[in-house]
C-alpha cells in the first residue's frame, strides 16, 4: 500500500463496539515505574496543557523504547468524543457521550479507579456523520471542573466529590445554533472566570421561516463570547458581536505587560466571517477584531492562537477552504492592543492540532486531508517555510494480520505534536507514537511505537507526572478494542 490514505478506506469499512458492550470497563495492567529523582513534574488541567501552547514542562521522560513500550498501565472503555482529559493531583477527568447521555468522569490518576460519575441527557445527531459525542475538553481550576458538551450544556462540577455546582444550556439561552458539528470549543478558565465562545444570535435559528431567513438569522449579532463566574455560574460580561463560535479555544496572551484573552471565532455563517478577537478578561471590552477567514459557507476552525509574548504576536492558521486554503497569518499588538499583519502564508494552513512555537520557529502540520498533510517547519518572524518533511514507514505487523503479501506505507498523517523534555512527542492519526528531534535543520525520529491502530486520532494527549493519556477515538483493526482513554508509563531514569 504505497499511498498512506489508502489505509483509511480500508479502516472505515471495521465499525466500533457497541457503547453498551465496552462501557465501564477498566483494564489494569501494571503500576507505572517510580519517577525519576530529578524529575519535573505537572499537572495538564486544560487543553493545551498548563501554559496553553501544548508545551510541557515535565523531564526525565523515557526516549528509548523496546518491544512492547511504552507499557500501559490501564485503560478505559469510553463512549463517543472528540477530546482530551483534563489532570489535576491525583485526578483525571475524562468527558464522552454514551446512549444520549454525556458523561463526565473522575478517575483515579495512576490506576485509572473511578471517582465519581455525572452524566446528564443530550440529544444530538451529527449533520456530517461524525460521532455525536462533545467536542470540547474538560477544565480544571481551583477545585472545579468545567465541561462544554456538543449541545451548549455549560456544567460546572466540584473536582473532589462530582457535586453539580451550576448548570447553563447556552443553546437555549443564548440561541446558539447547532453550527457545522455541534458545540466544540474548550472554555478557558481565568482568574475565576469561565470564558467561552458562545457563537449566540439575537433569536433562534430554529425558528427561522427558510433559507434566506436563516441566512439573516446566523450573520446577525449576538453574544459571541461571555464569561461566567466560576463559583456561580453568574454572567460576568458578554461581547456581543456577529461572529460565531469556532472550535478553537480562548487563549491567555500576555502582552505589553498586561494579561488579555485571544479568540479564533467563526461559526457557521453564509458568507462565512470570522477571525481573531483581543479582549480584556476582567471587563470583556472588545480592544480589536483581525478578519481572518474566506467567505466561503463551510469552514470549521480548530486551531487556538499561538501566541509569541516576547513580541505581542499571535498566529492563528486555517486549512479552509478546501482546495485553496486561507492559511496562517501572524499579527502583532501595538500597545493599544490593535493587530497589523506581520506575514501570511498559504503553506501553513493547519485543520485542528496546534502549531508549536520554539525558538523563533513554528512546527505543524499543514494540509487539511491525510493525502496533503506535510510537517513544516516555519520560520515565525518571516513566514518562510525552512522544510518539510513526511514522517513515513512500512509496518510489516499490520500486513501480516490484515493479510497483505508487503508492508503497508504509514505515516503520521495530521498528527498531533507536543514539546517536552527536550524534545517533540507526536501522536500520529492512525495511532502511532513518536518521539521527534525537531530543529530547523529537519526532523529525526528518535522512537516509534505503535499503542493502537485506529482512525480519527485527532486530540492532543495529554501529559502529567510521567504519564501519556492517549484517547482512541475509533475501534482498533488488530486489538478489536474500541473507544477507549490509555494511560501509558513514560517515566524514565
Known amino acids: 500500500m504505497k499511498n498512506p490514505s489508502r489505509l483509511f478506506l480500508l479502516l472505515f469499512a471495521f465499525t466500533a463496539c457497541s457503547a453498551q458492550e465496552v462501557f ?69 477527568v475524562i468527558f464522552h457521550a454514551l446512549e444520549g447521555k454525556e458523561i463526565i468522569e473522575c478517575l483515579q490518576r495512576e490506576n485509572g479507579k473511578r471517582f465519581w460519575s455525572h452524566d446528564y441527557p443530550i440529544s444530538y445527531q451529527d449533520r456530517y456523520g461524525f460521532g455525536n459525542g462533545p467536542r470540547g475538553s474538560p477544565v480544571i481550576a481551583d477545585g472545579v471542573v468545567v465541561t462544554y458538551g456538543v449541545t451548549c450544556e455549560l456544567r460546572a462540577l466540584e473536582l473532589k466529590t462530582g457535586k453539580l455546582l451550576w448548570k447553563r444550556d447556552l443553546r437555549a439561552e443564548m440561541h446558539v445554533p ?40 446566523l450573520a446577525e449579532a ?22 460565531g463560535a469556532s472550535y478553537a479555544s480562548p487563549i491567555p496572551a500576555r502582552m505589553h505587560g498586561q494579561l488579555k484573552v485571544l ?29 481572518w477567514r474566506d467567505d466561503e459557507y463551510i469552514q470549521a476552525i480548530g486551531t487556538s492562537p499561538v501566541v509569541i509574548p516576547e513580541k505581542n504576536r499571535a498566529f492563528i492558521t486555517t486549512a479552509y477552504p478546501k482546495g485553496r486554503p486561507l492559511g496562517g497569518v501572524m499579527v502583532e499588538y501595538d500597545a493599544e492592543f490593535q493587530p497589523k499583519e506581520v506575514w501570511q502564508s498559504k503553506k501553513l494552513g493547519v485543520h485542528w492540532m496546534n502549531p508549536v512555537y520554539h525558538e523563533g520557529h513554528l512546527y505543524a502540520i499543514d494540509g487539511e486531508t491525510e493525502p496533503k498533510s506535510r510537517l513544516v517547519c516555519v520560520n ?92 482512541q477515538q475509533q475501534k482498533d483493526l488488530m486489538q478489536k478494542t474500541g473507544e477507549r482513554v490509555i494511560c501509558l508509563d513514560l517515566r524514565g531514569e
Open 24 to 92: 465501564d470497563r477498566l483494564t489494569f495492567q501494571a503500576a507505572p515505574k517510580p519517577l525519576a529523582k530529578d524529575a519535573k513534574t505537572s499537572d495538564w488541567p486544560r487543553v493545551l496543557g498548563p501554559t496553553d501552547d501544548a508545551i510541557s514542562p515535565e523531564t526525565h521522560l523515557s526516549k528509548k523504547w523496546a518491544a512492547g513500550e511504552p507499557k500501559t498501565v490501564w485503560e478505559v472503555a469510553m463512549g463517543e468524543g472528540y477530546n482530551s482529559p483534563a489532570i489535576s493531583g491525583d485526578s483525571c
Open 178 to 217: 447547532q453550527d457545522f458539528f455541534g458545540a466544540g470549543g474548550t472554555p478557558l478558565i481565568l482568574d475565576g472566570r469561565v470564558i467561552v465562545n458562545v457563537g449566540g444570535k439575537k433569536a433562534s435559528i430554529e425558528d427561522s421561516e427558510g433559507l434566506r431567513d436563516r441566512k439573516e438569522r
Open 222 to 243: 449576538g453574544v459571541s463570547v461571555a464569561a461566567f463566574d466560576l463559583k456561580s455560574g453568574e454572567v460576568v460580561w458578554k461581547v456581543e458581536d456577529a461572529w
Open 263 to 291: 479568540v479564533y471565532a467563526g461559526g457557521e455563517s453564509d458568507p462565512a466571517t470570522g477571525g481573531l478577537m483581543c479582549i480584556d478578561p476582567t471587563s470583556g471590552k472588545l480592544h480589536s477584531k483581525f478578519a
Open 380 to 471: 515565525a518572524d518571516t513566514g518562510a517555510e525552512v522544510w518539510e518533511q513526511k514522517i513515513e514507514w512500512d509496518d510489516a505487523e499490520f500486513s501480516k494480520q490484515t493479510g497483505r503479501a508487503n508492508p503497508t506505507r504509514l505515516s503520521i498523517l495530521r498528527a498531533s505534536l507536543l514539546k517536552v523534555d527536550g524534545d517533540f512527542l507526536c501522536l500520529g492519526e492512525i495511532g502511532s507514537l513518536h518521539w521527534l528531534d525537531l530543529s530547523p535543520a529537519g526532523a529525526k525520529v528518535i522512537a516509534q511505537a505503535q499503542p493502537f491502530y485506529a482512525l480519527n486520532t485527532w486530540s492532543l494527549p495529554a501529559l502529567s507526572h510521567g504519564l501519556l493519556y492517549v484517547r
